[in-house]
């Protein structure tokens, strides 16, 4: 009787050794699935937020951009322009009253008033009287005189001139896929191949 208490005690307090074990592994093991269950959950509304995120970041819109051109304009050197200065000789004329003596012979018959004068010489004796005679002559002379002034000044003129050019354009178009009832993709209904809505052609297959 004695031996079997004995052993009484010993499997009771082994039994209840195993069993506080037993209940600290499962509680070991509850708390370990809750806290992956709480990870994985974690881990899955992370994912979801992203997602809603992303979603909500890239949404259902496009933005499309073009390239525009905007015209300048450059200063170049086009050319020059000098002032040169030249002799150059010239034949010009012009009248100009110029006189000259001419001898006349005159003859006046004897009168009481010139008789003194013709009786005042011996008779019959060579003689002779001389008379100059002059003449004017035109005489060219030529002095500088200034007549203008010549100076150079520049002006600018506007002209229109056409510039072309290339710019880039991204156009957005629309596709579609098309399912029967049963769920089974239509003929030509492949992605990429669906009818597209074309700017200014309506609707395509």
Same mark, same amino acid.
């Given at each position: 009787?004695?031996?079997? =208490?004995?052993?009484?005690?010993?499997?009771?307090? !082994?039994?209840?050794?195993? @069993?506080?074990?037993?209940? =600290?592994?499962?509680?070991?093991? !509850?708390?370990?699935?809750? !806290?992956?269950?709480?990870?994985?959950?974690? %881990?899955?509304? @992370?994912?979801?937020?992203?997602?809603?995120?992303?979603?909500? %970041?890239?949404?259902?819109?496009?933005?499309? =951009?073009?390239? $525009?051109?905007?015209? +300048? *304009?450059?200063?170049?050197?086009?050319? /020059? @322009? /000098?002032?040169?200065?030249?002799? *150059?000789?010239?034949? *010009?004329?012009?009248?100009?009253?110029?006189?000259?003596?001419?001898?006349? &012979?005159? /003859?006046?018959?004897?009168?009481? %008033?010139? $008789?003194?004068? !013709?009786?005042?010489?011996?008779?019959?004796?060579?003689?002779?009287?001389? &008379?100059?005679?002059?003449?004017?002559?035109?005489? *060219?002379?030529?002095?500088? &005189?200034? &007549?203008?002034?010549?100076?150079?000044?520049?002006?600018?003129?506007?002209?229109?001139?056409?510039? $072309? +050019?290339?710019?880039?354009?991204?156009?957005?178009?629309?596709?579609?896929?098309?399912?029967?009832?049963?769920?089974?993709?239509?003929?030509?209904?492949?992605?990429?191949?669906?009818?597209?809505?074309?700017?200014?052609?309506?609707?395509? /297959?």
């Amino acid at each position: 009787r004695g031996d079997t =208490s004995g052993m009484s005690n010993t499997s009771g307090a !082994a039994g209840m050794t195993g @069993a506080k074990g037993g209940m =600290s592994g499962t509680a070991g093991t !509850a708390k370990g699935t809750t !806290a992956e269950r709480s990870g994985t959950t974690g %881990a899955a509304g @992370a994912m979801s937020r992203r997602g809603e995120t992303g979603k909500r %970041a890239t949404g259902d819109a496009m933005t499309r =951009s073009e390239e $525009r051109m905007h015209v +300048g *304009v450059e200063r170049h050197e086009s050319g /020059r @322009a /000098r002032l040169r200065k030249y002799v *150059v000789t010239e034949e *010009v004329q012009q009248t100009v009253p110029v006189r000259h003596e001419e001898v006349r &012979v005159e /003859r006046e018959p004897i009168t009481d %008033a010139n $008789r003194d004068d !013709a009786l005042s010489g011996p008779a019959f004796k060579e003689d002779q009287h001389e &008379v100059t005679l002059h003449e004017e002559r035109p005489v *060219v002379t030529t002095e500088a &005189v200034p &007549v203008e002034r010549v100076r150079m000044t520049t002006e600018e003129t506007v002209t229109n001139e056409t510039v $072309r +050019g290339r710019v880039r354009k991204e156009r957005i178009e629309a596709e579609t896929e098309m399912t029967d009832e049963s769920g089974r993709k239509g003929r030509g209904d492949t992605p990429g191949r669906g009818g597209r809505d074309i700017p200014g052609r309506g609707r395509e /297959r």
